[in-house]
């Protein structure tokens, strides 16, 4: 079974994001598993508590789930043009401490979602250059920005038209399998 994280730059409850990596978990094959990995309780990140060995009790098992990831599906908003703070926070918290990294070698995905025409463009790609950092090989293509979200889904989070909306979630969790597959057997 190939664990796959779902991180989501979302807190919010009725999240489009969190509603978005809800449908991209249906689509993922019997032989991967999705793990959705709350951020909720990450304190911002202090390098003392690291240093100092007094660390947060939410950043170690935090630390600990996503060690025992195969893959990463983030799925996030964008805020002002980047990555929301929560989601950059889980980054880092998982990068340290120095050499301990939880990200290194994880074959990701990046899912913009918005409700505007831009499509969180801004986030996906601020996304990418800390991914790239993380070594985490990232998946070039399908992109998936994910625009205009009120329209695509109902209110409940399904799908207002599920032969176009679902049918590009599925090319994106497809290109996402195999893109994990090739990279796991390296
Ligand atoms: C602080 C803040 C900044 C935002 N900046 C952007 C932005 O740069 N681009 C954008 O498309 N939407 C922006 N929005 C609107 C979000 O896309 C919208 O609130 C969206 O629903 C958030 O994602 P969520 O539904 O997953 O919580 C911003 C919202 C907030 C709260």
Do not use: C
Request: aromatic share 10%; proline share 6%; charged share 20%.
């Amino acid at each position: 079974m190939t664990k796959v994280g779902m991180i989501v730059g979302s807190l919010r409850k009725e999240s489009y994001s969190k509603k978005v990596a809800k449908l991209l978990a249906e689509l993922l094959p019997e032989d991967f598993e999705a793990v959705f990995i709350p951020l909720d309780e990450l304190a911002i990140y202090n390098q003392d508590f690291d240093d100092e060995g007094n660390v947060p009790a939410a950043w170690t098992q935090f630390r600990e789930q996503a060690k025992q990831l195969d893959a990463v599906i983030f799925v996030t908003p964008e805020y002002n043009r980047s990555v929301p703070a929560v989601l950059k926070n889980a980054l880092d918290i998982g990068s340290r401490p120095y050499g301990h990294s939880v990200w290194d070698q994880k074959p990701a995905a990046v899912v913009s979602v918005s409700p505007g025409k831009l499509s969180g463009f801004g986030a996906n790609h601020h996304l990418r250059q800390s991914l790239v950092f993380l070594n985490m090989p990232i998946m070039q293509q399908p992109e998936a920005y994910i625009g205009e979200i009120g329209q695509l889904l109902d209110e409940t989070g399904r799908y207002q038209n599920p032969e176009q909306t679902q049918a590009f979630f599925q090319t994106i969790v497809d290109g996402f399998v195999n893109w994990t597959k090739q990279n796991l057997s390296k």
